[in-house]
């Protein structure tokens, strides 16, 4: 990713997490889109949004405004 810690990633189709652990262990701040709601509650179970620097959304990422994240770095794990 040549990114920093701190800086934004967004995450396309975060599963159940093993992308995700990696990108919050590298310290980015992870904004995770999954469309499958079953796994949108693991992940929010795994990862409390005030115990940590990740939000899940849940949705189809073909139709999410990625613009709303700026100029993040993406990132999926297909």
Known sequence: LEASPG???VEIGPGRG????V???R???VEA???DPALVAHLRQTW???STSLRVHE???L???LRQWGSARFAGNL
Do not use: N
Request: hydrophobic content about 30%; charged content about 30%.
């Open 7 to 9: 800086e934004q990633v």
């Open 18 to 21: 093993a992308l995700t652990q």
């Open 23 to 25: 990108l919050l262990e």
């Open 27 to 29: 310290g980015y701040r």
């Open 33 to 35: 889109v999954e469309l």
């Open 48 to 50: 409390p949004p005030e």
């Open 59 to 61: 949705g189809d990422v």
């Open 63 to 65: 139709q999410t405004d």
